[in-house]
């Protein structure tokens, strides 16, 4: 164990108190940085199977969990937010991982920014993609939001998607039902004597 390993841990922790920054402009319940962080890492291995990238399972999730990790010291800067300000991202994702035993990462982390791979261009989407899905679910909840951002989330989908995999799981989500995964699931369906 390495000096700052706990002060890491403790850290990381944090990502949990605070709220993304979109949450200010829908004045919405959003996901916090660490439950975003968790769908990032499987839409990244869906879109890695689908795009034929065998053998980086191990590389992407590290990437995925690592996308957002310097926001404990930056914050969440929105779409808003990155007009005017710029992080430090690199500085921040080094002093976090000096005196740790995750030193390594902070090259896996620099390849992300730097979108220098096929991994790193793959997670990028994913992070985008993530937002999308938030924002159906949004849109099936009944909010107004998701109709206002459909200009913007479509330039992304056309211009800043990577991969053609990402630009098919944007199209299919636009007709995707939310809720079909519990409704299938659900005792009425799956136990036949449920409510004798």
Do not use: C
Not at 21 to 38: C, D, I, K
Not at 112 to 138: F, G, M, P, T
Not at 156 to 174: E, G, I, P, S
């Amino acid at each position: 164990m390495k000096k700052r390993d706990l002060e890491f841990l403790f850290e990381i922790g944090s990502l949990r108190n605070f709220e993304r920054a979109w949450r200010q402009h829908a004045g919405l319940s959003v996901a916090s940085t660490p439950e975003h962080t968790f769908r990032v890492a499987f839409l990244a291995l869906l879109i890695a199977r689908e795009e034929g990238l065998r053998g980086s399972d191990e590389k992407i999730l590290k990437m995925a969990l690592l996308h957002d990790v310097a926001e404990t010291r930056t914050g969440d800067l929105g779409y808003v937010q990155r007009v005017y300000v710029k992080a430090d991202d690199h500085k921040a994702a080094s002093d976090m991982f000096a005196d740790t035993s995750f030193g390594d990462l902070e090259k896996i982390l620099q390849e992300y920014e730097a979108r220098s791979s096929k991994e790193a261009k793959i997670v990028k989407d994913a992070d985008n993609l993530e937002y999308d899905l938030e924002i159906r679910e949004l849109e099936e909840q009944g909010h107004k939001l998701p109709k206002k951002l459909a200009g913007n989330r479509r330039l992304v989908r056309d211009k800043k998607f990577y991969t053609k995999t990402a630009k098919r799981l944007w199209d299919a989500l636009k007709r995707a039902d939310p809720d079909a995964w519990h409704l299938k699931a659900n005792k009425w369906k799956k136990l036949p004597g449920a409510g004798r």
